[in-house]
Antibody
Framework: QITLKESGPTLVKPTQTLTLTCTFS??????????VGWIRQPPGKALEWLAL???????RYSPSLNSRLTITKDTSKNQVVLTMTNMDPVDTATYFC????????????WGQGTLVTVSS | DIQLTQSPSSVSASVGDRVTITCRAS??????LAWHQQKPGKAPKLLIY???RLQSGVPSRFSGSGSGTDFTLTISSLQPEDFATYYC?????????FGQGTKVEIK
C-alpha cells in the first residue's frame, strides 16, 4: 500500500526559505522508474505542479518557479525534500507530494497535503 | 509549456444526469492525459489515466476519451458522491501541467 505524507512549517515569513518533507511508504526511490513530485494549490484555486525527482536522481522543475526550487531525495529515509526560497504571501497554498512512474507520468497516489501560510 | 484548458469551469447538474467535461491541450499529447477528482478539503484522487483507462476501484460510470489535443471525461449517471472538482493532467512531457478545474455542483 502506497502512502505519502507531507510535513513542514505551517507558517513562514516573507523572504524566508520553505523546507517541506515528503515521507512515503509502500515503494522505494531506488526502484527503477519510480518518481515523486510536488504540487501546490492556493486556497480556492487550481493545482500547480512544482517539481519532480526520479529514482535515478533526474530532476524536473516548473519553468516559472525553477530559480526558487530545489528537490532532493534521501532513499535511506524514504523521503523527498522540497525547498522554495524567497517565500511570498502568494505562495500560501496546500502543498502535496505524489507518486508517479517514469513510464506513465501521471500522479497515481497523492499525499494528504499540508497548508503553508506566508505572512509576517 | 503545454497548456490545458478545461471547459466548462463549473456545471450544475442533478443526480442521474450525464455530465461531460472537456480538456484541450495546447499541443498534441497523444494519450498522455489523466483525470483527477478532488473533494473539498481532500487530496485529489486519480480516476482515469492514459486518456481512457479507469483506475482500479473507480466506478464504471466514469469514462474518458480522446487523443491528441481534445479529451473528455464523462460521468454517465451523476451520483451524490460525484459532486467535486475535476482536473485534467498532462503527462506528455516531464513538465507536468494541470487544467484549471471543473466544479460539478448540485442543481
Amino acid at each position: 500500500q502506497i502512502t505519502l505524507k507531507e510535513s513542514g512549517p505551517t507558517l513562514v515569513k516573507p523572504t524566508q526559505t520553505l523546507t517541506l518533507t515528503c515521507t512515503f511508504s509502500g515503494f522505494s526511490l531506488i526502484t527503477t522508474g519510480v518518481g515523486v513530485g510536488w504540487i501546490r494549490q492556493p486556497p480556492g484555486k487550481a493545482l500547480e505542479w512544482l517539481a519532480l525527482i526520479y529514482w535515478d536522481d533526474e530532476k524536473r522543475y516548473s519553468p516559472s518557479l525553477n530559480s526558487r526550487l530545489t528537490i532532493t531525495k534521501d532513499t535511506s529515509k524514504n523521503q523527498v525534500v522540497l525547498t522554495m526560497t524567497n517565500m511570498d504571501p502568494v505562495d500560501t497554498a496546500t502543498y502535496f507530494c505524489a507518486h508517479t512512474l517514469y513510464t506513465s507520468g501521471w500522479v497515481d497516489y497523492w499525499g494528504q497535503g499540508t497548508l503553508v501560510t506566508v505572512s509576517s | 509549456d503545454i497548456q490545458l484548458t478545461q471547459s466548462p469551469s463549473s456545471v450544475s447538474a442533478s443526480v442521474g444526469d450525464r455530465v461531460t467535461i472537456t480538456c484541450r491541450a495546447s499541443q498534441g499529447i497523444s494519450s498522455w492525459l489523466a483525470w483527477h477528482q478532488q473533494k473539498p478539503g481532500k487530496a485529489p484522487k486519480l480516476l482515469i489515466y492514459a486518456a481512457s483507462r479507469l483506475q482500479s476501484g473507480v466506478p464504471s460510470r466514469f469514462s474518458g476519451s480522446g487523443s491528441g489535443t481534445d479529451f473528455t471525461l464523462t460521468i454517465s449517471s451523476l451520483q451524490p458522491e460525484d459532486f467535486a472538482t475535476y482536473y485534467c493532467q498532462q503527462a506528455n512531457s516531464f513538465l507536468w501541467t494541470f487544467g484549471q478545474g471543473t466544479k460539478v455542483e448540485i442543481k
